[in-house]
């Protein structure tokens, strides 16, 4: 089955500074790269996402790239903020017009951002 | 709004009790999971169902079982529980209408404690 790896387990940045969460994954298959961001207590949300056939995607302060020939993939938050600590997933998805639309998740990243 | 909902938030029981936990949504989604979370071992996959009539096990299905009572409706069982088996656990649903992998909405989660 698919194994995602996920680096690092902690990171602590200052407020304005560049986070990058890195993953790999070990199925070629796989085309389907979702992040996740988990507020304390809450639960997980997407904050962004990535297919196959896309090589980067950005939304604002947070940007995806994707590498295939590597099986790795990173998250990107730049300018960061107080609000953005929490602890990010990735997962990879492996699926297409059939029914494997599971995910695998990374074990987690503890994001801290200090005022 | 359409929203994931989970019962009990919080339940505490004994060792070799049975446990049912229920996840409900009103998204009108037909693919429901749940998962286990466990500090530093991430977002694992119990069950999972694309529809009420096609259950599938996880990576972790040992000592749980599942049953998919309605399409808004599944529900995950610990017929015996363990102490190994306390936990947070998260129901999630995502919609069905792309033939490909797709966000999923997680629900505010059950957090379990087995004595």
């Known amino acids: 089955g698919e194994n995602v790896e996920q680096h690092p387990s902690t990171l602590s940045v200052q407020e304005g500074d560049s986070a990058v969460i890195k993953c790999t994954y070990s199925?070629?298959?796989?085309?389907?790269f979702p992040w996740y961001k988990q507020e304390l207590g809450k639960r997980p949300q997407l904050i962004i996402d990535i297919r196959s056939n896309v090589g980067e995607k950005k939304d604002q302060r947070i940007a995806v790239t994707l590498n295939k020939t590597a099986k790795h993939f990173s998250l990107h938050i730049t300018e960061t903020q107080p609000e953005d600590s929490a602890v990010y997933f990735c997962a990879a998805s492996i699926g297409s017009g059939g029914s494997n639309y599971k995910l695998t998740f990374g074990k987690g990243t503890l994001l801290t951002v200090n005022p | 709004d359409a929203d994931v909902t989970q019962t009990p938030r919080n339940r505490i029981t004994k060792t070799g009790k049975r446990i049912m936990l229920e996840c409900s949504q009103t998204k009108g989604h037909d693919r429901m999971y749940w998962y286990r979370q466990d500090p530093g071992l991430g977002l694992r996959l119990i069950y999972y169902?694309?529809?009420?009539?096609?259950?599938n096990k996880g990576e972790i299905s040992d000592g749980y079982s599942v049953s998919r009572q309605a399409q808004a409706k599944f529900s995950l069982s610990l017929e015996s529980a363990i102490p190994n088996q306390t936990a947070l656990y998260f129901c999630?649903?995502?919609?069905?209408?792309?033939?490909?992998?797709?966000?999923?909405?997680f629900g505010p989660g059950t957090r379990l404690t087995v004595l």
């Open positions: 169902s694309f529809d009420v009539k096609d259950i």
């Open positions: 199925d070629s298959a796989s085309n389907y």
């Open positions: 999630a649903t995502s919609g069905s209408w792309l033939a490909e992998p797709s966000e999923q909405f």
